[in-house]
């Protein structure tokens, strides 16, 4: 996605390390414009007409996921939560993700009564780097019998291996910004 | 706003301890259909033209702030984190917040790139009762000398005492939906 790739260059931040910061546009302050356009884009590469939910994960992928439903008949966004919630119901698909950023893992959870075997999911994250958050989800959409149209995320770091792997495992994974390398603050796209 | 109240009382399930849980329409699943609707309802309360900027806190608020935001010209979205992130610029708005649910502080923060004294923001977010999280948005928004449009609140338990404070100090609050007692799972909304 150009227009994407363009803001990536013209905003992003290579901060120590070789770490991208898109702070200022995706997951902390939101370019609402910006958002729309990655909405319809995510339409282009997932024209299933069944799809009827989306699933993401807090906090980032909610705001990026509710204005990409528009452009889905308004399908429901359902977020995964991260931490614990006091479900007295029980009732909850689990899945517990390892996080490398901090060394620890969290267990994700979404209400049954959420996501269940008549739907059809589109899967929406803003990042994607090793995939474990990815994973899970769809473990999640595994548990719930849903049918998973497919995955979309925003920016994907391509020179982690987790969209290789999925690709490899046959997941209709769209990144609509892949970064193969940054080098020294010099951002290289995957074409 | 009718529809609101007519959608918790079909939809909203109250849990032991008088909780309300909204979990089916606006903090786990999202009606983007209603979200839209809430989004023209706080344009409609909060005309000002010169509304640039929406505040809101992760996670359940980001979503409804992004669809509000499409009624405010596609103002930009600016959420609060509520964990110490790893900010190395050290260039941060922050205030300690005090939860009641956890009973334990937490921290909130907002990057001062993305609010300062040119902004005129309106505060959003999903629940309103005891008002720490709103008064610890507010006081960001003071430190940032931005001006304060008012608080837009979803829903607002006015049976504790966070609104009624807020509206004698006068700020500009405007809760879609206040409910004013749950008894015995029978709720009552304030006129």
């Known amino acids: 996605m150009q ?5 990536i260059l013209r905003d992003g931040k290579v901060k120590e390390g070789n770490v ?46 509710a204005i990409a439903a528009q452009y889905f008949n308004n399908a429901d966004v359902v977020f995964a939560k991260k931490t614990k919630s006091k479900n007295l119901d029980g009732e909850l698909y689990t899945v517990q993700v390892f996080s490398f950023t901090r060394g620890v893992p969290f267990e994700v959870e979404v209400s049954k009564k959420y996501l269940d075997q008549d739907d059809c999911v589109l899967i929406i994250d803003d ?21 998973l149209a497919g995955c979309g995320i925003v920016i994907e770091k391509g020179f982690q291996e987790g969209g290789k792997l999925l ?23 995957r074409e």
Chains 1, 2 share one sequence.
């Open 20 to 65: 991208l910061k898109v702070d200022s546009f995706l997951n902390h302050r939101m370019d609402i414009s910006l958002m729309q356009e990655i909405g319809k884009e995510f339409r282009r590469r997932f024209p299933q007409p069944e799809i009827n939910k989306i699933l993401t994960i807090e906090a980032s992928g909610i705001g990026i996921a």
């Open 167 to 189: 690709r490899e495992q046959g997941v209709n994974l769209q990144s609509l910004a892949i970064v193969d390398s940054i080098d020294n603050g010099a951002i290289t796209f």
């Open 127 to 147: 990042f994607l780097a090793n995939g474990q958050a990815l994973k899970g989800l769809m473990e999640i959409v595994r548990q719930s019998g849903a049918r």
């Open 3 to 7: 227009l994407l790739k363009e803001r």
